[in-house]
């Protein structure tokens, strides 16, 4: 009675789906949604840097792409009749509907294929018996408005592997490490077995649980046809060998993170955020970066080289960019997102903003070139000095360590990053001005003109410091600073692809005179830590404070700026710190072990030099007036000044004697660098006068020179014109004339016809 009550069951169930899907129309749009896909943040090179999804890990490709192994072992094990049922298979549900009934509740089993696919995409997860009826006829309705081949290419595509891995590519990727094309039988056999439990079977946390349904796998392939007991068994011994657990924070967390924010403001990519966020999380797309991941290793290398001490040390921010191209080829933000620190998934490369110190005085040298001010222009560089800004307070400037240098030349004041000069220079240049100069440059953080903007007391990111500093390395032409060179779509198509923009913004000859002079700090001042065998122009900055330390360095081919400081905030001095740290110590430190690593396989290429050209203008001075001046402090001014002099010794009565009477060329005229300044200065008593030595014969001559303390040259020599007889054998011609004032020592010339 009991089996004919079954029967009986079977058989009205059987009718009502044959009735049903007779009778009943569902609104279905034959065009099924396609599957969600994860796009793949690339590294240069081409490596996935990260998976963007939303929990959801899924690259769609088409069956063909997925080759014959896991298609055979799916249809095999989940639907063997998969290619001659119509969406429904009446057999199979009568065996599940028997097994329900045995069983007294609802049993998952006896679902084909397609009803699978539609379960996953069209209906709820509940398990009732009208949703099951509901799916069969949906099922029925997809295939007759899709392939065979169009279905289980999307099934494949859709259903979850376990592991985080939805669709069968990510699925080989994630287990194996290749492409679902090159799965072996095991592999793929493997796969396939996951789908009926892909957690209680993970090959991770269960092989021998995995490896068992491998096996049943492989039977129901021989059993069906799909391989050869010879190949099964073979498979059936391959060992279990998985590759690495996915790491689905992603390398470069920071620059992942930096490219993402860039992608969601950008209107090309949808009309509103949260179309761009679908298709950047579900849109399949490539998108193609800057990121260098040898470059990216060796700063990550370099900081913790260097700050080796996570609970004490102070955090660090790399950013180095490619000056001509523009191009971010490492990017450290800080420790890692996965810290513990409160503050690990801050952004301090691009997001932190930190005072600049003196990282900034090559962004005021710039402008005082621009303005004609030359290098050789000197200051007083006491250790403290009190300036008056128009219409700001009193402003008192200390040198960083407290000494005093006398008086500078720019390049000196540069050298030694010496606040003092520096403060002076920012009143010629203008406050507004220089910070303009900055914003040229490429600073894109706000900016307040005042005159402390010299000493960096405006904040800036490691981003704009690193693009100000590249452009400078550039000859002056600004590159913006790209970490996305293209964006694809899964079909191929590219929605987006960099096209660097040029821009000059600073003089050839003042970018050039700048790196010639951020050189000369590297190999003799404040960045000498930075020195790594080749040209390296760079700036040390250090706050007041101490909470922040920076050195900024370019060669011709890379830019790079490093941060060290407290992401809190605190003075980097001891005990906190192992070291009393400035600009010159880990920063430059840190700079040199990265630089040194990503350019020793590369060419060592000089910084080009001003030609004759750019540099007119740049390297001149004005003759400062040295009038009034005794002659020892005239020269030693002219010289400061890069200038050359010569003197002329007058007698004269009315001033002391060495005082300089003239100078030629006169004072405030602009000459170039090395001119020679000729000066008329009163000689003393004992100075020597120029003896008349014209008619006397050389022994003659000779002695008057030697009274005089002057040494005489003698060079025969006819006059020009014939000569009477009582002018041969004597001088005709001398140099200095009569009664000039020479020192002792100095020489005079004569010129005797012949006899």
């Known amino acids: 009675m009991a089996a004919r009550s079954l029967r009986l069951a079977i058989v009205l169930v059987v009718g009502s789906i044959a009735v049903a899907a007779c009778s009943f129309s569902p609104r279905l749009d034959p065009r099924l949604p ?9 590294a240069a090179d081409g490596t996935v840097l990260a998976t963007l999804d939303r929990g959801i890990h899924r690259t769609p490709i088409s069956l063909r792409s997925m080759g014959h192994v896991v298609p055979d072992a799916v249809v095999a094990v989940e639907d063997h009749r998969y290619f001659e049922h119509s969406g429904v298979d009446v057999r199979a549900i009568a065996r599940a509907l028997r097994d329900d009934l045995r069983a007294g509740r609802v049993v998952e089993g006896g679902s084909t294929i397609t009803q699978q696919y539609v379960r996953n995409v069209l209906l709820s997860g509940e398990r009732t018996a009208h949703r099951k009826l509901r799916e069969a006829i949906l099922a029925i309705e997809v295939e007759r408005h899709y392939t065979k081949a169009q279905i289980l290419e999307r099934y494949l595509n859709a259903v979850y592997f376990g592991d985080g891995a939805y669709g069968v590519e990510t699925a080989a990727e994630r287990y194996f490490g290749t492409s679902a094309a090159r799965l072996t039988l095991g592999q793929g056999a493997l796969l396939a077995g996951l789908l009926q439990a892909p957690e209680h079977d993970n090959p991770r946390r269960f092989p021998a649980a995995a490896l068992a349904r491998r096996k049943v796998v492989l039977d129901a392939m021989v059993r069906y046809h799909r391989t050869t007991p010879t190949a099964a068994a073979a498979a059936a011994a391959e060992p279990l060998r998985l590759a690495p657990p996915a790491d689905d924070h992603g390398h470069a967390a920071y620059f992942v993170d930096a490219v993402r924010t860039w992608f969601l403001a950008q209107p090309r990519f949808g009309a509103t955020e949260a179309d761009r966020a679908h298709a950047l999380y579900q849109g399949g797309l490539h998108i193609a970066t800057t990121l260098d991941p040898t470059a990216q290793r060796a700063a990550e290398a370099a900081i913790a080289g260097i700050l080796t001490d996570r609970r004490h040390d102070p955090a660090a921010a790399l950013v180095s960019i490619e000056p001509t191209t523009g191009r971010v080829v490492a990017y450290v933000g800080g420790r890692g997102t996965d810290g513990p620190e409160p503050w690990a998934q801050f952004d301090l490369a691009g997001r932190a903003r930190r005072p600049a110190g003196s990282t900034f005085k090559p962004f005021v040298l710039s402008a005082a070139l621009e303005r004609h001010i030359p290098l050789t222009r000197s200051y007083d560089a006491p250790a403290a000095l009190t300036l008056h800004p128009p219409g700001a307070p009193a402003w008192v400037v200390h040198n960083h360590d407290g000494r005093s240098y006398g008086r500078l030349d720019l390049v000196e004041a540069t050298v030694q990053s010496v606040n003092t000069v520096y403060a002076q220079l920012m009143l010629d240049v203008g406050p507004t001005y220089a910070v303009g ?23 800036v990111s490691p981003v704009d410091l690193a693009q100000a500093y590249a452009t400078i390395a550039a000859d002056g032409v600004l590159t913006p600073a790209t970490f996305v060179t293209s964006v694809t779509a899964p079909d191929g198509t590219v929605l987006y692809r960099a096209e660097p923009q040029h821009h000059r913004v600073l003089d050839a000859g003042v970018a050039r005179t700048v790196n010639h002079t951020l050189e000369a700090v590297v190999q003799r001042g404040t960045g000498v830590a930075a020195r790594i065998g080749r040209p390296v122009a760079g700036k040390t900055g250090t706050t007041d404070d101490y909470d922040d330390a920076w050195f900024a360095g370019s060669t011709p081919q890379l830019t790079t700026v490093v941060w060290v400081g407290g992401p809190q905030r605190y003075a980097m001095v001891p005990p906190r710190t192992r070291i009393r740290v400035t600009g010159a110590t880990w920063p430059a430190q840190i700079w040199a072990r990265y630089s040194s690593t990503v350019l020793g396989s590369r060419p060592v290429v000089d910084f080009p030099e001003p030609t004759a050209d750019q540099a007119a203008g740049l390297l001149d001075v004005e003759v400062p007036n040295v009038v009034g001046m005794p002659e020892h402090a005239a020269q030693d001014i002219l010289h400061s000044a890069a200038l050359l002099n010569s003197v002329t010794l007058v007698p004269d009565d009315q001033y002391p004697p060495g005082t300089v009477l003239s100078e030629d060329p006169p004072a405030s005229t602009t000459v170039p660098t090395n001119t020679t300044v000729h000066l008329t200065v009163v000689a003393s008593a004992d100075d020597p006068v120029v003896p008349d030595l014209l008619g006397l014969a050389p022994a003659a ?4 020179a030697v009274a005089a303390r002057l040494v005489l040259h003698i060079a025969t020599a006819p006059e020009s014109t014939p000569v009477p007889d009582a002018r041969r054998g004597v001088v005709w011609k001398q140099t200095p004339a009569s009664a000039t004032v020479l020192a002792p020592g100095a020489s005079i010339s004569v010129w005797v016809n012949p006899r």
Not at 34 to 39: E, G, I, L, M, T
Not at 445 to 459: C, H, N, Q, W, Y
């Open 34 to 42: 396609d599957p969600a896909a994860s796009s793949h943040i690339l």
């Open 437 to 459: 100069v900055a914003r040229r440059l490429g600073i894109g953080t706000p900016l307040a003109p005042i005159a402390g903007a010299v000493l960096g007391f405006d904040d």
């Open 701 to 704: 001559a000779q002695a008057e």
